[in-house]
């Protein structure tokens, strides 16, 4: 019987919404206290309540059931349009990247705050999207997905930002996220444009904090120009660094780190024309670990 209650709440639901069940609630509630107050019966006021409290009980349940089943399905929805724009990229390169400037800020508990920068240069006509893959170096369990914030903005041609793209995001694995940043109008061959990313990521490099070593990469689909990542550590903090990715294979790779006046050491890796799907970057493992606390 609960099974075909809440079947029916369910069917409710999706007609009339959640406030007509709590109507429905609250009403069932007033009549049996109206009730019991005529017939002078606490037996009857209190079954009638005990009735109501069930009824919001099984209403919340399959509220949840729904919510959990649209979360799924949106999901789903987000999954396809993120592959049906990558066969579109590969099978109809869109562009190829001017510059591309990565700054990550690395907090005490190993909170990660990026900032991009980047310029495209468009080689076909009505451009409408760009595909970007960020991962962090841990399975992160999916509960971290809901603090992670990403903003992509446009810069105007003096440099000054513009409005925001609308984004659609999917988690083809755990610790790993795909985003499309979405243009406001199509894009005509030739033309340039450039826009910010701004992603705050909740314990991205947890591990880094741990004492684990960690990478920091970058890898493109496109013929690249130029391209510099920065990776901020926490204050104070001092690290291990070594190169990753067939170096070799580029026409220049540059490695360089200085310390900025909080005293955060900087990692820099620049790099110059580099070849299509070949991933470059540092390995970072912090000469003393900053917490002992497990990752959950």
């Known amino acids: ?15 009339h919404g959640p406030s007509a069940v709590a109507k429905a609630a609250v009403g069932l509630m007033s009549f049996a206290v109206l009730l019991g107050a005529v017939l002078g019966s606490t037996a009857i006021k209190a ?3 005990v009735t109501a409290m069930l009824l919001i009980v099984v209403a919340g349940i399959a509220l949840l059931t729904r919510r959990r089943a649209e979360r799924r399905e949106l999901e789903d ?34 909170d990660t705050h990026s900032k991009l920068k980047i310029k ?10 760009i595909r970007l893959r960020f991962d962090c170096g841990w399975p992160q369990p999916a509960r971290y997905r809901r603090s992670v914030h990403m903003t992509v903005r446009n810069l105007l041609i003096d440099g000054s930002p513009g409005t925001t793209l609308r984004t659609t995001v999917s988690w083809p694995r755990a610790g790993a996220m795909a985003a499309i940043a979405h243009f406001h109008t199509p894009l005509p061959a030739n033309s340039e444009v450039s826009f910010t990313v701004d992603l705050i990521w909740p314990r991205r490099c947890a591990p880094l904090l741990d ?15 130029r391209a510099t990542y920065r990776v901020l550590l926490p204050e104070g903090a001092e690290a291990y660094v070594e190169p990753v990715g067939r170096t070799e294979s580029f026409k220049r790779i540059q490695l360089g780190r200085n310390v900025d006046d909080r005293g955060r050491e900087t990692i820099i890796v620049r790099l110059s024309d580099p070849p299509i799907r070949h991933r470059a970057g540092v390995r970072l493992q912090l000469k003393e670990a900053r917490r002992a606390s497990p990752l959950r």
């Open 211 to 225: 004492g684990a070593p960690d990478e920091f990469g970058l890898m493109f689909r496109e013929p690249t120009r």
């Open 47 to 49: 079954g009638a309540l």
């Open 120 to 129: 495209l240069k468009l080689i076909r006509d009505d451009v409408r999207f």
């Open 77 to 110: 929805h987000r999954t396809l349009v993120s592959e049906y724009c990558r066969l579109i990229d590969d099978k109809w390169p869109a562009f190829q990247v001017a510059n591309w400037e990565e700054t990550a800020v690395i907090g005490e508990r190993g």
């Open 1 to 15: 019987m609960l099974r075909e209650t809440i079947l029916f709440l369910e069917e409710f639901l999706r007609g």
